[in-house]
């Protein structure tokens, strides 16, 4: 009898904490620099996130995250804001990081067919990013996550938000100006007044201006010139105003 109670007490004390052990799921920030998280572990992203962009119906998932759990990572999905993975472990190097950060569309033939998250952390000697695609569903989910090459993730999204054949179509996010220009470039190319690549240009600056794409233009000033030549009108108006080189990235 004696040793039962020996026994009873020992069990007792040494899981007297045992009812109070819960595991806390991390607070919903966006997954970046979250505050209940000491400093040496908070994620930190390199760049700021573009601009929200793209189809009007689309707009509403900005500021919505959404995760999947696969084998021991979270993945959680912000639109328009960033992806994070968090093993799901009690080791004491366990993984939390950033996928990609929100930068700019995947465009072809007048369709949005993907968002690139650009930027994330750093793997070897590039940084990790997600190319997001967009499947019709009944309901909005983080369906898929997968690496297809090295530090480059493909998530399949799915939501009813792109069921309408229309919901992806470029041309009607544009403006009226935007629309113009793309008329008139389409009639150049009908004319073979410009080339395949000149036209393909030409809608690049389009979806730049419209903000779909991250602009690779960049800018500088001509330099001074004399005014005593006949070119001197035209070289006035390039110091005026200001010309973009195209820079491959």
């Not at 309408?164 to 179509?169: G, I, K, R, T, V």
């Amino acid at each position: 009898k004696t040793f039962t109670v020996v026994w009873l007490v020992s069990f007792t004390v040494n899981c007297g904490f045992c009812g109070k052990m819960k595991i806390v799921e991390e607070p919903n920030t966006f997954g970046l620099n979250n505050p209940f998280l000491v400093q040496g572990s908070r994620l930190q992203p390199k760049v700021t996130p573009s601009p929200v962009s793209g189809p009007a119906h689309l707009h509403r998932l900005a500021g919505k995250c959404f995760s999947l759990t696969e084998s021991t990572y979270k993945y959680e999905f912000c639109p328009f804001h960033n992806i994070t993975q968090h093993e799901q472990s009690f080791r004491w190097n366990a993984y939390s990081g950033i996928l990609g950060i929100w930068q700019e569309w995947e465009i072809a033939n007048n369709t949005f067919t993907g968002m690139w998250m650009r930027d994330g952390d750093t793997c070897g000697t590039r940084n990790r990013e997600t190319k997001v695609i967009l499947l019709c569903s009944t309901s909005s989910k983080l369906a898929r996550v997968s690496e297809p090459s090295t530090c480059v993730y493909s998530l399949t999204f799915e939501t009813p938000l792109v069921c309408h054949p229309h919901s992806l179509l470029v041309y009607p996010t544009l403006t009226e100006k935007l629309q113009r220009e793309w008329d008139e470039a389409e009639q150049a190319r009908y004319d073979s007044v410009i080339t395949d690549q000149g036209y393909n240009n030409l809608l690049r600056d389009i979806f730049e201006d419209a903000g779909l794409l991250k602009s690779q233009r960049v800018k500088v000033n001509m330099p001074e010139a004399e005014a005593n030549s006949d070119s001197h009108n035209s070289l006035q108006k390039c110091k005026e105003a200001s010309i973009y080189i195209y820079t491959k990235v």
